[in-house]
Antibody, heavy 123, light 112 residues
Framework: EVQLVESGGGLVKPGGSLRLSCAASGFAFRNYSMNWVRQAPGKGLEWVSSISSNSRHIYYGDSLRGRFTISRDNAKNSLYLQINRLRAEDTAVYFC????????????????WGQGTLVIVSS | DIVMTQSPDSLAVSLGERATINCKSSQSVLYSSNNKDYLAWYQQKPGQPPKLLIYWASTRESGVPDRFSGSGSGTDFTLTISSLQAEDVAIYYCQQYYSNPAFGQGTKVEIK
């Protein structure tokens, strides 16, 4: 059974930093592209970033490039998202999600999701 | 960037009746090289992560009841729930993956 467990969220002051983690199990993590999607309270889904299986292809949402850094460690079956210079509008549940298919590029449709980790940016 | 627009924002349907949700992309998501539409549908219930229902615009994910169906091509797509059940109350999102992924704003489905 595929499991994705996010961690690292919490309350952070504006301007601060956080590193989110996603621990994967139940599938060959090294073969799949992975993604971060966020959801602000009471709002819709926003794609954040995608990374290919070998980390060669990395993509970010247009408004997020520069403050967000996605990475992965295939030896540890883990996905990460570093967020710097946090703003109030970054307050959201951050989900990690797995691509459904094994292909070279990243960011297709997502067949497995974690429960999410909540990030609150407030002074 | 491709913008996804869903309609309506919400709808109320009687149990056993049909629910129809529309999704329009700002440009075609049909890849001519493989004739596939890069369009997915998700269901999200309160307090839960989204669940993949449909991919390639019309292929049902394993385990998804056959009352859910997807149709359309190019820029116009539809998710149909043929006979609404109580457990289908949720928010539904379309998503294109032709370019960097983008979601529609969501459609809330309730019981009338």
């Amino acid at each position: 059974e595929v499991q994705l467990v996010e961690s690292g969220g919490g309350l952070v002051k504006p301007g601060g930093s956080l590193r989110l983690s996603c621990a994967a199990s139940g599938f060959a993590f090294r073969n799949y592209s992975m993604n971060w999607v966020r959801q602000a309270p009471g709002k819709g889904l926003e794609w954040v970033s995608s990374i290919s299986s070998n980390s060669r292809h990395i993509y970010y949402g247009d408004s997020l490039r520069g403050r967000f850094t996605i990475s992965r460690d295939n030896a540890k079956n883990s996905l990460y998202l570093q967020i710097n210079r946090l703003r109030a509008e970054d307050t959201a549940v951050y989900f990690c999600a797995k691509d459904r298919e094994i292909i070279a590029a990243a960011g297709l449709d997502f067949d497995s999701w974690g429960q999410g980790t909540l990030v609150i940016v407030s002074s | 960037d491709i913008v996804m627009t869903q309609s309506p924002d919400s709808l109320a349907v009687s149990l056993g009746e049909r629910a129809t949700i529309n999704c329009k992309s700002s440009q075609s998501v049909l890849y001519s090289s493989n004739n596939k539409d890069y369009l997915a549908w998700y269901q999200q219930k309160p307090g839960q992560p989204p669940k993949l229902l449909i991919y390639w615009a019309s292929t049902r994910e394993s385990g998804v009841p056959d009352r859910f169906s997807g149709s359309g091509s190019g820029t116009d797509f539809t998710l149909t729930i043929s006979s609404l059940q109580a457990e289908d109350v949720a928010i539904y999102y379309c998503q294109q993956y032709y370019s960097n992924p983008a979601f529609g704003q969501g459609t809330k489905v309730e019981i009338k």
